[in-house]
Every structure is written in structure tokens, then in C-alpha cells.
């Protein structure tokens, strides 16, 4: 049981660049998210999902895109990176009992 | 709407002093449910309690300690003796029950304060 598991642990973009952010959850949870975070701003809410197919806005989605591609799997993408979307990037899963487990992070530096 | 917030930024305390991290929060909701998380330096998040709406109990775990009060909308988190392992940015959260999208599911934001940091000096 790994939980919820992130790929990549690191990246670096140019500007314009574009690339997908993967998280998985072996815990047969309905609901996913992505917030990332940034000093100062706790962690803020990019996407969520609240079941296989479908995929809601959260408080700052733009820029972004998602795909919950099957129970498992939740992944977010950045079509044309920016440098204020540098920061860290966590994918979370949470249970029916209401417990949020969090992925390891995703540190992305856009130049 | 609902809001979280930590007024503490940043805390430094010396070795065995306790120290209190405090929480207030906002939500029309009845029913809620707050958490406090713990990020060390490594990065990753990990989870120290629960709280939901009708327990106001104080809970006590080994050096920590949590006081929900409904009244003043707080949820403040006491550290005893504190560590120089307790070093960490410590978020707290609140949940609402959410409402039920059209596939009847209820779904309810998680939304984090913006962190409190301790340092905890030898």
C-alpha cells in the first residue's frame, strides 16, 4: 500500500513549455486534489475530483488543466508554464472516514 | 465561504519552552471538521488530528494538545516541551460537509491557513 504517490519529485520548465503532473492513490478513494503551495499562502486548491469522471474548479485553476483518468489516477497539467506557476504542487486523496493523506510534492521551477 | 487563518507566521521558541499555535476559522457550515497538519522540512504533510463539529473534548496526545472552541471559532495547538524536532510549518484546515453534486456525492472543500512556522532552538 504506497498511498499516494507523485511523479515527477522535481522539474524544471522554460517559459511556454507544457507538461503533466501524475498522482496515484492505491486506496480506492473517491475524491482528489490538487493544491499547490506557496510561502505565505498555505495551500491552495487548484482542482479536485469527487469521483471517477468528473473534475471541479477550485480557488485558483487557471492556467491548468485536469484529467481524473480513473479512480486511481488524477492528473494535472500545465499547457504553457509560467514562472508565477512556480512553486509545489501536492495531489491528496481522501477517505469516506474524511482523512485527507497527501502525496510527497512536486517542486516545479518555471524560468 | 469558508476561511482559515493562522495570525502566527513564524514562532521560534528555545528547547523544553511550550508553545501554542493558534487556528480561527470561518464557515456558515454546522457540520465541519478541522485538522492540523505538520510539514517538517523534508516536505511532506503529516497528519495530527481531527476534529469534527460536535466534539468540542480537548484532546491530549503525548506533548500535544488541541482546545476547539466553537464559541470563539478556534482551534489553537499546544506543543509541551517542545523539540527541536517539532521544527516544522504546521497547517490547520477546515473541511465543511459540502453539498452533494449531481451525482450525490457530497464532496467538501479542504482549506488551509497559511502555515505557522516553529523553530524550535536548542
Known amino acids: 500500500n504506497a498511498g499516494v504517490t507523485q511523479t515527477p519529485k522535481f522539474q524544471v520548465l522554460k517559459t511556454g513549455q507544457s507538461m503533466t503532473l501524475q498522482c496515484a492513490q492505491d486506496?480506492?478513494?473517491?475524491?482528489m486534489y490538487w493544491y499547490r503551495q506557496d510561502p505565505g499562502m498555505g495551500l491552495r486548491l487548484i482542482y479536485y475530483s469527487a469521483s471517477e469522471g468528473t473534475t471541479d474548479k477550485g480557488e485558483v485553476p487557471n492556467g491548468y488543466n485536469v484529467s481524473r483518468l480513473n479512480k486511481r489516477e488524477f492528473s494535472l497539467r500545465l499547457e504553457s508554464a509560467a514562472p508565477s506557476q512556480t512553486s509545489v504542487y501536492f495531489c491528496a486523496s481522501r477517505g469516506d472516514r474524511g482523512l485527507v493523506y497527501f502525496g510527497p510534492g512536486t517542486r516545479l521551477l518555471v524560468l | 465561504a469558508q476561511k482559515v487563518t493562522q495570525a502566527q507566521t513564524e514562532i521560534s521558541v528555545v528547547e523544553k519552552e511550550d508553545v501554542t499555535l493558534d487556528c480561527v476559522y470561518e464557515t456558515r457550515d454546522t457540520t465541519y471538521y478541522l485538522f492540523w497538519y505538520k510539514q517538517p522540512p523534508s516536505g511532506e504533510l503529516v497528519f495530527l488530528i481531527r476534529?469534527?463539529?460536535?466534539?468540542?473534548q480537548n484532546e491530549i496526545s503525548g506533548r500535544y494538545s488541541w482546545n476547539f472552541q466553537k464559541s470563539t471559532s478556534s482551534f489553537n495547538f499546544t506543543i509541551t516541551a517542545s523539540q527541536v524536532v517539532d521544527s516544522a510549518v504546521y497547517f490547520c484546515a477546515l473541511r465543511s460537509k459540502g453539498e452533494p453534486n449531481a451525482g450525490g456525492t457530497s464532496y467538501g472543500k479542504l482549506t488551509f491557513g497559511q502555515g505557522t512556522i516553529l523553530t524550535v532552538h536548542p
Open positions: 486506496m480506492n478513494h473517491n475524491s
Open positions: 476534529r469534527n463539529s460536535f466534539d468540542e
